[in-house]
C-alpha cells in the first residue's frame, strides 16, 4: 500500500468592516487586507453615519 498525502497552510489576514443594527444583525461594509486603509474607510463611513467605530483587531475591543 502506498500513500502520498500533502498539506498547506495559507493564511492572508483580511480585515472586515461590519454595520451592526438591531443588536447582532449585521451588514459586511468593506473588506480590506490594509489595516490602515480599513480605518481610513471606517471613519469616513462613521462620519457620514454618525456612529462610533469599534476597534475590535485585537482581543481586548475598544471604541475609538
Do not use: C, P
Amino acid at each position: 500500500m502506498r500513500a502520498l498525502t500533502a498539506e498547506a497552510t495559507i493564511k492572508n489576514d483580511i480585515i472586515v468592516l461590519n454595520l451592526f443594527y438591531n443588536g447582532n444583525h449585521r451588514i459586511k461594509a468593506y473588506a480590506t487586507k490594509d489595516k490602515e486603509d480599513a480605518f481610513k474607510v471606517a471613519k469616513q463611513i462613521a462620519k457620514i453615519l454618525k456612529i462610533d467605530i469599534l476597534d475590535a483587531t485585537k482581543a481586548e475591543s475598544k471604541w475609538i
